[in-house]
């Protein structure tokens, strides 16, 4: 069973930035597509990164030019960069790791942000 340890949610001010991290255990992390998604009160979780094994990422059209979601095998994590952060922003988010049919998820980390 794969484990996904996320780190990096707090409390930030609207344009502020966050830096959000997952690190599944196991030693398969290059072959996982890896991927963030976020869930806000009363709404239904959806996709906000992700990325491949080799690199190739997408976005939702609300985060396009804010997030950077970005992976670095040697240290077995994936990164979710968020700039230019607006009260829209505010949710749980989870880290998701993919494996032909395999699929896991984190605990999910609190984002909020403040105006």
């Known amino acids: 069973q794969v484990q996904l340890v996320e780190s990096g949610g707090g409390l930030v001010q609207a344009g502020g930035s966050l830096r959000l991290s997952c690190a599944p255990s196991g030693s398969r992390f290059g072959f996982y597509a890896m991927g963030w998604y976020r869930q806000a009160p009363g709404k239904q979780r959806e996709l906000v990164a992700r990325?491949?094994?080799?690199?190739?990422?997408n976005y939702a059209d609300s985060v396009k030019g804010r997030f950077t979601i970005s992976r670095d095998n040697a240290k077995n994590t994936v990164y979710l960069q968020m700039n230019s952060l607006r009260l829209e922003d505010t949710a749980v988010y989870y880290c998701?790791?993919?494996?032909?049919?395999?699929?896991?998820w984190g605990q999910g980390t609190q984002v909020t942000v403040s105006s």
């Open positions: 998701n790791a993919v494996l032909i049919s395999s699929n896991y």
């Open positions: 990325i491949t094994p080799g690199g190739n990422t």
